[in-house]
């Protein structure tokens, strides 16, 4: 079974400050990671996955992300957050080739205030 | 080019009131799932098709059943709604089911009466 932990329910941050979304999971194979992004009453929008190779992840809207295995972490980051970006960040997990769906965390709330 | 559709985008039913939600996509993917998600919480996997392969969640109540007629359309049938299944529904593809990214509409919100 894998599950995934986002420690922070809400992040407050201030517009044109750097962001780190963190995200911490648990299986038992090797995984693939995924970052989406949803904005209010819409459905879920992909920011940027992990399947392989390089561990930085670069994805849209100027966010990347991180894979460390032995940290077992995925956090998201921006350098420079704008008021757009406010939406709700969900990270998620899906077990290797075979059979396995996605399981998402519970999701980070994005705060950017001017 | 809207590739996952979702209708309507908000639904209001009565409490026992059978209710079906649609989607339908225009990528020819594999997979369609859908997912209920509440208020300030991570979207639940209800159950998915691989083409007409159905898979249902553990968890998922009886009173939730799903048909894809076809690779395009996939819908949602509530049996007899109760006021604990008010939620937003979102429907998902994609090509296969590991690494592949899923691609989602943009929901239907349910409301009980």
């Known amino acids: 079974a894998q599950s995934v932990t986002q420690l922070d329910s809400q992040v407050p941050v201030f517009e044109e400050a750097p962001v780190e979304l963190r995200c911490n999971y648990s299986?038992?194979?090797?995984?693939?990671l995924f970052w989406y992004v949803q904005y209010p009453n819409q459905g879920l929008q992909l920011l940027l996955k992990y399947l392989s190779g390089s561990t930085l992840v670069k994805g849209i809207n100027g966010f990347e992300a991180e894979f460390n295995k032995s940290q077992t972490s995925f956090h998201l980051r921006k350098p420079s957050v704008h008021i757009s970006d406010t939406a709700e960040y969900f990270c998620a997990v899906s077990g290797p080739p075979g059979y396995s769906t996605l399981t998402f965390g519970k999701g980070t709330m994005l705060l950017v205030s001017p | 080019d809207a590739m996952v559709i979702q209708n309507p985008r908000y639904q209001v039913t009565q409490f026992g009131k059978p209710v079906t939600l649609s989607c339908s996509q225009t990528?020819?993917?594999?997979?369609m799932y859908w997912y209920q998600q509440k208020s300030s919480q991570a979207p639940k996997l209800l159950f998915h098709?691989?083409?007409?392969?159905?898979?249902n969640e553990a968890d998922t109540p009886d009173n939730f059943q799903s048909r894809r007629p076809n690779t395009s359309f996939c819908f949602l049938d509530i049996r007899s709604p109760g006021l604990g299944d008010a939620a937003m529904y979102l429907c998902a593809t994609s090509r296969e089911i590991s690494g592949n990214e899923q691609f989602f509409g943009p929901g239907t919100r349910l409301t009980v009466l």
């Open positions: 098709y691989y083409d007409k392969d159905f898979n």
């Open positions: 990528l020819n993917h594999n997979v």
């Open positions: 299986s038992s194979v090797s995984v693939y």
